[in-house]
């Protein structure tokens, strides 16, 4: 493809805030597979540029709130000279990672605030409730046992509301993050079952997947 034409395309920054680059290898086919990157013209390249970074120290694996701060902590230090270079930034801890707002606030110093920063947790759970009806409630299969409470309190604080109807709570797998990856695929695959099917009892008709791993191992979120 020729770089010699008008470049209307964007650039997205794909943000992983823990230190595993095989979590974030592991996010490239997933944004490929959406095909937002191909240009529908050869003589004008309108492409969704994606670019991948990893923490450079921290934590391995994000399995509670003050690993969520710590990693918040050193990314925002290292993406400060990044802001200008990205048209839109995604932080992908499922969680609600502080790093969101940490970066909307350097932006707006920045005099950048057009810029749209939002995390997996958000636009999962914004995601799954366009894709059912008013009436319907949602669930979210995670990692470690620690979640139902942390993203009980991150949806109640979302949907602006502790009582909402439409939220069927969060089942876990009881592994976290960077134990999917190392268990036997027959275990974590019965873990993952058994959460979504507690989920389905309670009527969820849509669930969000509270992780990474979990949807690189095979899994992705839909109706059911």
């Known amino acids: 493809m020729s770089d010699s034409g008008p470049r209307s395309g964007r650039s997205i920054l794909i943000i992983n805030p823990n230190t595993t680059v095989a979590m974030t290898d592991a996010l490239r086919p997933l944004v490929d597979s959406l095909g937002y990157n191909t240009a529908s013209d050869t003589t004008l390249i309108d492409l969704t540029r994606f670019t991948y970074f990893t923490a450079p120290a921290g934590v391995p694996s994000i399995n509670n709130e003050s690993d969520a701060a710590v990693s918040a902590r050193i990314c925002l230090s290292t993406l400060e000279s990044k802001l200008q270079d990205h048209d839109a930034f995604l932080v992908c801890c499922y969680s609600k990672h502080p790093l969101v707002p940490l970066l909307r606030a350097e932006l707006a110093k920045l005099g950048l605030d057009h810029k749209p920063v939002t995390g997996i947790f958000e636009a999962s759970v914004a995601a799954c409730l366009q894709s059912i009806n008013p009436q319907d409630i949602f669930g979210i ?3 470690g046992s620690q979640w139902e409470a942390i993203l009980g309190i991150a949806v109640a604080a979302l949907l602006g509301s502790s009582q909402s109807s439409r939220y069927a709570g969060t089942e876990t797998t009881g592994l976290n993050a960077d134990e999917l990856h190392s268990a036997p695929k027959r275990e974590v695959d ?12 309670k009527g969820a008709r849509a669930i969000c997947l509270g992780c990474v791993w979990l949807v690189w191992i095979g899994r992705c979120g839909k109706r059911v």
Do not use: C, Y
């Open 141 to 143: 299969v995670s990692t």
């Open 190 to 201: 019965l873990r993952i079952k058994f959460a979504t099917k507690a989920l389905l009892e």
